[in-house]
């Protein structure tokens, strides 16, 4: 099935770091959505946007919708331990009302 | 918040069997349920949408035959894997949409089902 491009697939961080990581699609989405999920668990919703150029912050977490609709980004900021686990971007195009998955970013951080 | 509850969290089937997973919204009413594989270390992959009272539409490649979907209520979603085999083994999780309140609320995951067939 189709998928977004979601890079980077890993990082290796020390805690107290910032962290970034995107989404791009070849088509245009009318929703992103950023979740995180933990072995053996389903993915849990961290922001959603629904707007184009709409700037959302969760805490330590700020993700934007791309201005042209084919791209979204989310910012991690101070990085500490809990934060370890894969994010998934995900959005729905105009087309359809399931939810399209990038491959997700694996995220590790030592202490 | 929506809640979605997943069971079972893990079952393990003999090759041959069937094995079925449910999938409930607690606090919401669930008009579209979606169901995805997945593979270790690998992303969601969508199987199936169904709306409730209706045929669920599956995935290209996905074996409707094989992978019963029934979405008889506003809550309840079930995925049965038929006559599983080893190669059927995976994560699968659901994903419910729907109204709450008036409000269009999203999508929320249950907490997956871990198969494994032996």
């Known amino acids: 099935g189709q998928q977004l491009n979601q890079s980077p697939q890993s990082m290796f961080i020390q805690e107290g770091e910032d962290v970034s990581m995107n989404c791009t699609s070849s088509?245009?989405?009318?929703?992103w959505l950023w979740y995180k999920q933990d072995p053996g668990e389903g993915p849990v919703l961290l922001i959603a946007?629904?707007?184009?150029?709409e700037l959302t912050s969760n805490g330590r977490l700020t993700a934007q919708f791309g201005i042209t609709r084919k791209d979204s980004f989310l910012n991690i900021s101070a990085s500490i331990p809990s934060d370890v686990g894969i994010y998934f971007c995900?959005?729905?195009?105009?087309?359809?009302?399931?939810?399209?998955f990038g491959k997700g970013t694996t995220l590790s951080v030592s202490s | 918040g929506a809640v979605v509850s997943q069971h079972p969290s893990r079952v393990i089937c003999k090759s041959g069997t069937s094995v079925k997973i449910e999938c409930r919204s607690l606090?919401?009413?669930?008009?579209?349920m979606f169901w995805y594989r997945q593979f270790p270390k690998k992303s969601l992959m969508l199987m199936a949408t169904?709306?409730?009272?209706?045929?669920?539409?599956?995935e290209q490649g996905v074996e409707k035959d094989k992978f019963l979907i029934n979405h008889a209520s506003l809550t309840l979603s079930t995925l049965t894997v038929t006559s599983a085999h080893p190669e059927d083994s995976s994560f699968y999780i659901c994903?419910?949409?729907?109204?709450?309140?008036?409000?269009?609320?999203?999508?929320?995951f249950g907490s997956g089902t871990r198969l494994t067939v032996v």
């Open positions: 994903s419910a949409r729907g109204l709450i309140q008036g409000a269009n609320y999203g999508y929320t």
């Open positions: 088509s245009i989405f009318n929703t």
């Open positions: 946007l629904y707007k184009a150029g």
């Open positions: 995900a959005g729905r195009n105009q087309a359809g009302t399931a939810l399209i």
């Open positions: 606090d919401f009413q669930a008009t579209t």
């Open positions: 169904s709306n409730e009272g209706s045929k669920a539409t599956y």
